[in-house]
Protein backbone atom coordinates (compact mmCIF):
# COMPACT_ATOMS: atom_id res chain seq x y z
CA UNK A 1 0.00 0.00 0.00
CA UNK A 2 1.53 3.12 -1.11
CA UNK A 3 0.67 6.62 0.98
CA UNK A 4 0.36 10.03 -0.73
CA UNK A 5 0.51 13.42 1.10
CA UNK A 6 0.56 16.56 -0.99
CA UNK A 7 1.20 19.54 0.52
CA UNK A 8 1.93 23.48 -0.95
CA UNK A 9 -1.46 24.15 -2.34
CA UNK A 10 -3.00 28.12 -1.32
CA UNK A 11 -4.14 30.83 -3.19
CA UNK A 12 -1.84 33.22 -5.65
CA UNK A 13 -2.31 35.85 -8.12
CA UNK A 14 -2.51 35.33 -11.27
CA UNK A 15 1.01 35.26 -12.46
CA UNK A 16 2.26 34.23 -9.36
CA UNK A 17 3.90 30.42 -8.51
CA UNK A 18 3.36 27.21 -6.28
CA UNK A 19 5.33 24.63 -6.06
CA UNK A 20 3.28 21.31 -4.76
CA UNK A 21 5.08 18.53 -2.76
CA UNK A 22 3.71 15.15 -2.65
CA UNK A 23 5.59 12.65 -0.28
CA UNK A 24 5.25 8.73 -1.15
CA UNK A 25 5.37 5.57 1.10
CA UNK A 26 6.49 2.50 -0.71
CA UNK A 27 8.40 1.02 -3.84
CA UNK A 28 9.35 3.77 -6.71
CA UNK A 29 6.72 4.44 -8.64
CA UNK A 30 5.70 6.42 -11.48
CA UNK A 31 4.48 9.86 -10.35
CA UNK A 32 1.27 11.78 -11.73
CA UNK A 33 -0.23 15.16 -10.59
CA UNK A 34 -3.69 15.59 -11.76
CA UNK A 35 -6.10 18.01 -11.25
CA UNK A 36 -9.87 18.34 -11.35
CA UNK A 37 -12.14 21.93 -11.10
CA UNK A 38 -15.71 21.63 -10.10
CA UNK A 39 -18.19 20.22 -12.34
CA UNK A 40 -15.14 19.35 -14.67
CA UNK A 41 -13.80 15.63 -15.16
CA UNK A 42 -9.99 14.88 -13.50
CA UNK A 43 -7.23 15.77 -15.70
CA UNK A 44 -3.81 14.56 -16.26
CA UNK A 45 -0.86 17.42 -16.00
CA UNK A 46 2.19 15.96 -15.74
CA UNK A 47 3.85 12.54 -15.08
CA UNK A 48 7.34 11.71 -14.58
CA UNK A 49 9.05 8.43 -15.28
CA UNK A 50 10.40 6.29 -11.80
CA UNK A 51 13.87 7.57 -12.25
CA UNK A 52 13.09 11.07 -13.06
CA UNK A 53 14.72 11.01 -17.02
CA UNK A 54 11.05 11.23 -18.45
CA UNK A 55 8.23 13.74 -18.00
CA UNK A 56 4.77 14.50 -19.72
CA UNK A 57 2.88 17.54 -19.40
CA UNK A 58 -0.83 18.78 -20.67
CA UNK A 59 -0.33 20.85 -23.14
CA UNK A 60 -2.22 23.38 -21.24
CA UNK A 61 0.88 23.93 -18.82
CA UNK A 62 3.70 23.10 -21.06
CA UNK A 63 6.33 25.61 -20.89
CA UNK A 64 4.83 27.13 -16.98
CA UNK A 65 5.07 23.77 -14.76
CA UNK A 66 7.77 21.32 -14.35
CA UNK A 67 7.74 18.60 -12.25
CA UNK A 68 10.34 16.45 -10.71
CA UNK A 69 11.23 14.17 -7.93
CA UNK A 70 13.94 13.29 -5.28
CA UNK A 71 14.00 9.75 -5.11
CA UNK A 72 16.47 10.20 -1.96
CA UNK A 73 13.36 11.63 -0.20
CA UNK A 74 10.28 9.83 -1.52
CA UNK A 75 9.14 13.61 -3.02
CA UNK A 76 8.22 14.81 -6.38
CA UNK A 77 7.25 18.38 -6.81
CA UNK A 78 5.00 20.34 -9.47
CA UNK A 79 6.92 23.95 -9.51
CA UNK A 80 3.87 25.69 -11.01
CA UNK A 81 4.65 29.92 -12.72
CA UNK A 82 2.49 31.99 -14.67
CA UNK A 83 -0.49 30.88 -13.42
CA UNK A 84 -3.62 31.60 -14.76
CA UNK A 85 -7.34 31.54 -13.46
CA UNK A 86 -8.05 28.72 -15.05
CA UNK A 87 -5.33 26.37 -13.20
CA UNK A 88 -7.27 26.48 -10.58
CA UNK A 89 -8.37 23.45 -9.63
CA UNK A 90 -7.85 20.67 -6.62
CA UNK A 91 -4.27 18.81 -7.50
CA UNK A 92 -3.87 15.27 -6.99
CA UNK A 93 -0.70 13.21 -6.54
CA UNK A 94 -0.80 9.63 -7.60
CA UNK A 95 1.34 7.07 -8.41
CA UNK A 96 1.28 3.86 -11.07
CA UNK A 97 3.20 0.94 -12.01
CA UNK A 98 3.87 1.70 -15.30
CA UNK A 99 4.03 4.58 -17.46
CA UNK A 100 0.62 6.19 -18.12
CA UNK A 101 -0.81 9.75 -18.64
CA UNK A 102 -4.98 8.49 -17.71
CA UNK A 103 -6.13 9.11 -14.37
CA UNK A 104 -7.86 5.55 -14.74
CA UNK A 105 -3.90 3.71 -15.02
CA UNK A 106 -3.32 5.42 -11.54
CA UNK A 107 -3.31 2.70 -8.39
CA UNK A 108 -2.70 5.49 -5.62
CA UNK A 109 -4.29 8.83 -4.92
CA UNK A 110 -3.33 11.54 -1.94
CA UNK A 111 -6.11 13.24 -0.79
CA UNK A 112 -5.59 16.70 -2.89
CA UNK A 113 -4.24 20.10 -2.10
CA UNK A 114 -6.43 22.98 -3.25
CA UNK A 115 -4.83 26.31 -5.81
CA UNK A 116 -7.01 28.98 -6.24
CA UNK A 117 -5.60 31.48 -9.00
CA UNK A 118 -7.21 34.70 -8.45
CA UNK A 119 -7.88 37.57 -11.43
Known amino acids: QVQLVESGGGLVQAGGSLRLSCTASGLRYVMGWFRQAPGKEREGVSC????????WYADSVKGRFTMSRDNAKNTVYLQMNSLKPEDTAMYYCAAARYWATRPASYNYWGQGTQVTVSS
Open 48 to 55: ISESGAST
